[in-house]
């Protein structure tokens, strides 16, 4: 088992990012991320990536006639830069067919909350305002639903009683950035199979 090549997709402050980029810098991947790519010119991810000295692009969907072509070019980012896995991060977009297509069971996501409740925007805030006793995060690979894909791990944190949306994204995030590397660490084992809705972990 090789290097895996990772390109990660982010569209904020890139914390998931910055996880990832430090786990494969200090040996707990066997990875390395190779390309950073952001809708969104102002996203502080495209400056962390920018710090730790890792190709990064700012490709701005406006700029073309569809979802389709917008995701011609970064499919060809990606590939120029030979990504084996792509991690999004805060990727504030429904992805469409040419990015799956080329990516099939290879396109990861994470989510902060325990799917399937809470998919889509602002999930902590949801949590809170429906009053469950327990939330989380899940990683998934990626399909074309919202936060719908296969899912590969999950952790759970507990909603305390005076939580608001912002302390409980704190409690979570803790361990998005665990999860997260833990799942791309089984992925770059080669130890997960998709069954259907199901992942497999050998
Ligand atoms: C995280 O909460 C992630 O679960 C969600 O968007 C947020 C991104 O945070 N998809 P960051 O940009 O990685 O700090």
Redesign the pocket.
């Given at each position: 088992m090789g290097v895996l090549k990772i390109g990660v997709l982010?569209?904020?402050?890139?914390?998931?990012?910055?996880?990832i980029i430090d786990a494969a810098r200090d040996g707990r991947l066997q990875a390395r991320v190779v390309v950073v790519i952001s809708d969104k010119e102002q996203?502080?991810?495209l400056q962390r990536a920018a710090k730790a000295g890792i190709p990064h692009f700012f490709i701005n969907p406006g700029a073309y006639p569809s979802k389709d072509s917008y995701e011609r070019v970064i499919v060809d980012i990606l590939r120029q830069h030979e990504v084996e896995l792509v991690c999004?991060?805060?990727?504030?977009r429904i992805v469409g067919p040419v990015m799956l297509e080329t990516f099939p069971n290879q396109m990861m996501?994470?989510?902060?909350s325990l799917l399937p409740s809470f998919p889509g925007l602002h999930?902590?805030r949801q949590a809170v305002e429906y009053g469950v006793r327990f939330s989380g995060?899940t990683v998934h690979f990626v399909d074309e639903g919202v936060d719908t894909g296969p899912i590969i791990l999950q952790a759970v944190v507990p909603v305390q009683q005076d939580d608001d949306e912002e302390s409980l994204?704190a409690r979570?995030?803790e361990q998005?950035h665990r999860i997260y590397i833990e799942a791309i660490r089984l992925f770059q084992e080669g130890r997960l199979m998709v069954e259907g809705r199901r992942v497999i972990i050998n």
């Open positions: 982010a569209s904020g402050r890139g914390t998931n990012l910055q996880a996203a502080y991810a999004l991060a805060g990727y504030m996501n994470i989510h902060p999930a902590q995060c994204a979570i995030l998005e």
